[in-house]
């Protein structure tokens, strides 16, 4: 499940860090009520959402400090839990169990539908609209990706009015709620994409659908020999710029909204993520210097 949107962990304090691995270390406390198998996906973004959540509430206030101990490291850990640790930690699971079954039918596996299984649905029985929210849009993106289109942003804008409309879902006043909508709107259009271009080896190789790609062929292939194989390394030379321009008017729109919202705490830790993060995430991927992993 992505992971993109992280801090980045040379320009935080000790204490920050200490702070957002409490964070961490809660959502995946959190997560393993519902299912171990969906504590091994957890991602950054996760967590994110979480500290996000927090710092629009009331902060520290809702947030307790325990002791646990952690079966992966098999050490006791300090964790924060609360009820914006839960939200998140219950969106995340949402997402995660209808990515699986999603998955399970794009690569017609028994495999991915076998891990959704295993994720139970226990303690999310309150959250009926959100389940109904995240099926419709994965059958928007589904559709989109089934007619192969061309258009770079299209699936990129199914992708974040879903995260719209669950950041939106978390506001707790009109101002802020138009707020979170935009900035859920436009750092989902921004992961989706910035995953695309992350994953045009892999797609490439298992002919798998890619925005990129297929916007590629439309404008560029015509112009080559017919007979010349696709070469990933020749998609992203002539996309690269094409895709940092959308990739950076995203992140225009996600800092307007960012600054936005009245934070009552984690604002240090939220600013590092936003503006120093999502732009390193950003050059890390299309300088193809390694490939972001998904998870911690």
Known sequence: MFGYVQPVRMELKIREWLEFKKFYCGVCVATRKHSSVASFFLSYDSVFFAILLAALNSGRGELKEKRHFCWLTMKPVWIFAGKSVENSSSVFTLLLKYKLLDDAVDRKSLF??????????????????????????????????????????????????????????????????????????????????????????????????????????????????????????????????????????????????????VLKDFKSILDNIIYFGLQERTEVVLSGKKRVCHQK
């Not at 029985?125 to 299209?154: A, D």
């Not at 790609?213 to 710029?241: G, P, T, W």
């Open 112 to 261: 991915w539908k076998f891990l959704s299984g295993l994720i139970s649905s226990k303690g999310l029985e309150t959250w009926k609209q959100m389940k109904m929210t995240v099926v419709r849009y994965l059958k928007m993106l589904r559709q989109v990706e089934l007619r192969n289109s061309s258009n770079l942003e299209e699936a990129a804008t199914v992708f974040g009015g879903l995260t719209a409309t669950i950041f939106k879902s978390f506001a707790s006043d009109e101002n802020q709620s138009l707020a979170m909508e935009h900035l859920g709107r436009y750092l989902g259009m921004w992961i989706y994409l910035l995953d695309a271009y992350n994953d045009l080896d892999e797609d490439l190789k298992r002919g798998s659908y890619n925005p990129i790609l297929e916007f590629y062929k439309s404008r560029f292939l015509h112009k080559l020999k017919n007979s010349r194989k696709i070469v990933s390394e020749d998609v992203k030379q002539r996309m690269l710029n094409i895709v940092r321009e959308k990739l950076y008017n995203y992140l225009d729109e996600v800092w307007k909204a960012y600054d936005l919202l």
